[in-house]
């Protein structure tokens, strides 16, 4: 493909912002670009193939801190989907590129990057954020660039209800989640005197709350509930809480390595009652921090078991294959959330004749989304962005490997 014009004419300032954002380390400030819907894009070095237009998607994650596992299976699901989509883009004349950011698991961190990947034009998306807590003030910068953010794992009702037009989502929400773990908790286990714990965050909070009131409004009564803060390592103080108030059930909302420590600390402390968590216990983690005291958990979750299908399973075979590791709850997600964003780039540059298309023509393709069968989930986007075909499973560790068993799935 011959070169574009445009892609000869950009500046030596942009072309360092894009090797910094390639970087992913995001801690070189850079100036704001005033051109948010235009995606100008980079030209690859000839190879035996000839030039190629450079097009990056990003990841958003935590790639460092006690999220990692879950933050490295979003960046490694939105690779392989890349990968996957190379040689048909190759085709088209772009070079597909990934651009992995370490959020770590920080909202100032989250938008200091998303700045950042704002001010390279050649980046047309985002996959992320893991955390609700971090999405939510980053995705107000993607909104200010017309950079399209697609979710594998965001949860907080927040993320969607402001109605900005680049955020979307393919799991299921807050307001959805808590009450299907509550249901399952009061019909299912029988659950009567339930005492919440949650970490404070937009995430753990939100969720802790959505459960608190569904298990209220099914008859159950909540015999305690108490904050902790994330990155403690002593529960001490309210495990006492809980072990005074004897209950039959705990639920945490908040992430493994805390929820991890948790389990382990209210069994050796003789609360024997079933714990339940999130969609954050999805993940090895959880098994790594709390070892053989896991056993008869529950998490109810987002993300279904990607290996119960024949197609599934030999997906995760191809991602071990190549990340030697076995995929974690939001992988199939994240490769999901990349495949959306690519075919929103295909259709809006079908529509610009073949041409890398700007960033609101992305936007608006990616939205306008409508029963696309991804691998892990279908996906339709309504108006403010949420999956209508999301759904909750609920899962039961038999002992300390993950993952647990899915034991019910819930759909609206």
């Not at 450079?54 to 460092?64: D, E, G, M, N, R």
């Not at 990947?117 to 992320?128: E, F, M, P, R, T």
């Amino acid at each position: 493909m011959n070169l574009k014009k445009t892609a000869l004419m950009i500046s030596v300032s942009a072309l360092a912002l894009g090797l910094l954002a390639g970087c992913g380390n995001g801690n070189t400030s850079t100036s704001t670009s005033t051109s948010t819907a235009t995606g100008t894009a980079e030209t690859a070095k000839p190879g035996s193939g000839g030039a190629k237009t450079v097009i990056k998607i990003a990841t958003q994650s935590p790639l460092s801190g006690g999220s990692a596992v879950q933050g490295e299976a979003i960046k490694l699901g939105a690779q392989l989907s890349l990968d996957d989509h190379k040689a048909e883009f190759d085709k088209l004349g772009f070079e597909l590129q990934l651009v992995p950011y370490d959020d770590q698991g920080d909202p100032k961190k989250g938008v200091a990057n998303a700045e950042i990947i704002g001010a390279d034009q050649s980046i047309l998306g985002i996959v992320g954020h893991m955390n609700s807590g971090v999405a939510i003030p980053s995705s107000v910068v993607y909104e200010k660039y017309n950079a399209v953010m697609v979710s594998p794992s965001n949860t907080a009702t927040e993320v969607t209800d402001r109605n900005l037009k680049v955020v979307n989502r393919i799991v299921a929400r807050d307001d959805f989640q808590g009450p299907a773990a509550a249901e399952y908790a009061v019909k299912t286990v029988g659950a009567k005197n339930i005492f919440v714990i949650q970490d404070k965050t937009a995430y753990g909070q939100g969720l802790a709350d959505a459960f608190k009131d569904a298990a209220t409004k099914l008859g159950a009564t909540i015999v305690g509930y108490e904050g902790i803060t994330v990155g403690e390592k002593d529960f001490n103080g309210v495990l006492n809480i809980a072990l005074s108030k004897k209950p039959d059930f705990v639920f945490f909302g908040g992430l493994y390595g805390e929820g991890g420590l948790l389990i382990k600390q209210a069994r050796d402390k003789g609360i024997m009652a079933p714990f339940m968590g999130g969609d954050a216990w999805d993940s090895q983690g959880l098994v790594d921090v709390a070892g053989d005291k896991v056993k008869d958990a529950l998490y109810a979750s987002i993300a279904t078991d990607i290996t119960k299908t024949a197609e599934g399973k030999k997906w995760a075979d191809q991602y071990k294959a190549k990340f030697s590791k076995s995929p974690d709850g939001y992988s199939a997600y994240a490769y999901d959330c990349m495949t959306v964003i690519l075919n929103g780039i295909k259709t809006a540059a079908a529509a610009n004749g073949g041409k890398v298309p700007t960033r609101d023509k992305v936007r608006d393709a990616v939205r306008a989304t409508k029963d696309f069968q991804g691998l892990a989930t279908k996906i339709s986007f309504d108006g403010k962005g949420d999956n209508t075909y999301a759904k909750v499973f609920i899962y039961k560790f038999g002992g300390p490997a993950y993952p647990g068993s899915m034991i019910s799935e819930v759909s609206k």
